[in-house]
């Protein structure tokens, strides 16, 4: 009888998922090589549902369902540009997401969230990291369409006269 290796059928079956995650029917057609495509922008918005939505909410304003038990406000996500002069920050976006730039809030990178979505430190996710980035990419493009202006203050108040006294 044939011993198996355990860390070659581990290795095999993270490889043989990765693979299967690629070859999902219309995964790598031409219209989704395409950032700006509709049907990569109705991708990078089921990853921003999937992923963000549940601190940042469906709007992406912070109010996401599960904001309220978190110990800092998740950011609006739809002010990005305007808290810059209203450029928007499309490397700052891509290094937080990727994890070049830490977030308190976003936890490791071994977060679940973060490790299904878009990469672990697994053979897996080595194989799929052109995919990961590719669809960083089309979140952060995503995200960029979300923008609004800085809400604007409301006008000041008039300040008061002062009183006068009147001689009497």
Same mark, same amino acid.
């Given at each position: 009888?044939?011993?198996?290796?355990?860390?070659?059928?581990?290795?095999?079956?993270? /490889? =043989?998922?990765?693979? @299967? +995650?690629?070859? #999902?029917?219309?995964?790598? !057609? *031409?219209?989704? $090589?395409?950032?700006?495509?509709?049907?990569?922008?109705?991708?990078?918005?089921?990853?921003?549902?999937?992923?963000?939505?549940?601190?940042?909410?469906?709007?992406?304003? /912070? =109010?996401?369902?599960? @904001? +309220?038990?978190? #110990?800092?406000?998740?950011? !609006? *996500?739809?002010? $990005?540009?305007?808290?810059?002069?209203?450029?928007?920050?499309?490397?700052?976006?891509?290094?937080?997401?990727?994890?070049?730039?830490?977030?308190?809030?976003?936890?490791?990178? =071994?977060?679940?969230?973060?490790?299904?979505?878009?990469?672990?430190?697994?053979?897996?996710?080595?194989?799929?990291?052109?995919?990961?980035?590719?669809?960083?990419?089309?979140?952060?493009?995503?995200?960029?369409?979300?923008?609004?202006?800085?809400?604007?203050?409301?006008?000041?108040?008039?300040?008061?006269?002062?009183?006068?006294?009147?001689?009497?």
């Amino acid at each position: 009888m044939r011993r198996r290796d355990p860390g070659r059928l581990v290795l095999a079956v993270a /490889g =043989a998922l990765a693979l @299967a +995650g690629c070859s #999902r029917p219309g995964r790598f !057609d *031409l219209e989704r $090589l395409d950032p700006t495509s509709p049907a990569s922008m109705a991708a990078a918005a089921e990853d921003f549902r999937a992923a963000c939505a549940p601190c940042h909410g469906s709007d992406a304003r /912070g =109010a996401g369902p599960v @904001a +309220g038990s978190l #110990r800092r406000p998740p950011a !609006d *996500l739809t002010l $990005l540009a305007a808290r810059r002069g209203g450029a928007f920050p499309f490397d700052e976006t891509v290094a937080v997401i990727a994890g070049e730039r830490a977030i308190d809030a976003h936890g490791t990178r =071994a977060m679940p969230i973060w490790s299904f979505r878009l990469g672990g430190g697994d053979a897996a996710s080595a194989v799929a990291s052109i995919d990961a980035q590719r669809r960083v990419d089309m979140l952060v493009r995503y995200l960029a369409t979300l923008q609004r202006p800085a809400p604007t203050p409301p006008p000041a108040k008039p300040s008061p006269r002062p009183r006068t006294r009147r001689a009497r």
